[in-house]
């Protein structure tokens, strides 16, 4: 279907401001750092169905990278990204530069606490400062009705939801279900960094999380279910972590109960790809 009007584009924070301000509302934002595929594209056509204006944004963001990892060769397609959101149907594309974003002299942080230090902040401890510190930029620019993100990066979501509440942002957080291939792997922009065999085993992090909810459910603890699921893994990844969690607090659960989260993250070489499995209450 073709949009019925042409997809605005802004570059700096003035244009986003001014273009935002003659959208009809609701306005739906879905945030991103481009790539875009199916999954995203889950997230406008989420915010299509639900309001009645939508403004992506696009913007590889250096804070939420750390030192050695994949900033420089973060797959970018803006003209690719472009005629996508068009087509889906976004009313404005905001896709700043990075001195925009980060002018000189910029320091204001967000830390969202413990929650922000576990399972991906543990591994990568300044990511979750730089992803709530962008987005809230990013939402005092666009002043959304609502921000969609994606259950994919369930921790990411779960930080958000706590920023939001924590600063009272008057924002509604709508989380969209992750978007799969045919074999289960989870849509991401980093899969295209796996080799064809890497690819071929990388169904195996969502068959682990299945293993590991069904022992759960058969009523074993935790650490046995992990312990007994951590075989289902391809032996050419390595595991990051295996756990169940509290969807909201991100923290440890040693038993089954619900609003949850199982959640995985393992390395395929230097790849690494994370899954989740929403246990509902
Ligand atoms: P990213 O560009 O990776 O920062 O992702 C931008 C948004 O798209 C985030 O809210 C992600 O959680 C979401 N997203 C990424 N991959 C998927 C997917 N496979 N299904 C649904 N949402 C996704």
């Not at 605005?8 to 790539?35: I, K, N, Y």
């Not at 009313?91 to 925009?100: I, R, T």
């Amino acid at each position: 279907m073709t949009p019925a009007t042409a997809m605005a584009v802004a570059a700096t924070v003035e244009q986003a401001r001014a273009a935002v301000g003659v959208l009809p509302r609701p306005l739906g934002f879905v945030p991103t750092m481009g790539a875009l595929h199916p999954g995203h594209l889950a997230l406008v056509a989420a915010a299509r169905a639900e309001c009645a204006s939508v403004v992506a944004s696009v913007f590889v963001n250096p804070a939420q990278f750390g030192p050695g990892e994949d900033f420089e060769r973060y797959p970018r397609d803006y003209a690719g990204d472009r005629a996508k959101l068009e087509h889906a149907g976004a009313s404005l594309l905001f896709a700043p530069e990075s001195g925009a974003i980060y002018p000189p002299g910029y320091s204001t942080v967000i830390d969202v606490g413990p929650m922000g230090a576990r399972y991906e902040g543990a591994v990568r401890p300044t990511h979750f400062r730089g992803v709530a510190t962008v987005v809230s930029k990013l939402l005092n620019v666009v002043r959304p009705d609502v921000l969609y993100v994606g259950q994919k990066d369930a921790q990411q979501t779960a930080v958000l939801r706590k920023m939001v509440r924590d600063l009272d942002v008057p924002v509604r957080v709508q989380i969209v279900p992750t978007v799969r291939e045919d074999d289960g792997v989870a849509l991401s922009s980093r899969n295209v960094y796996l080799t064809a065999e890497q690819r071929a085993a990388a169904p195996t992090l969502h068959a682990m999380l299945r293993a590991f909810l069904g022992r759960l459910r058969e009523g074993a603890s935790g650490e046995a279910a992990a312990r007994e699921a951590r075989p289902v893994l391809s032996p050419l990844a390595q595991l990051d972590y295996l756990d169940l969690v509290d969807a909201d607090t991100f923290e440890p659960l040693a038993a089954l109960r619900s609003p949850a989260f199982a959640i995985a993250a393992v390395r395929f070489g230097n790849t690494r790809l994370l899954d989740n499995i929403w246990v509902a209450r």
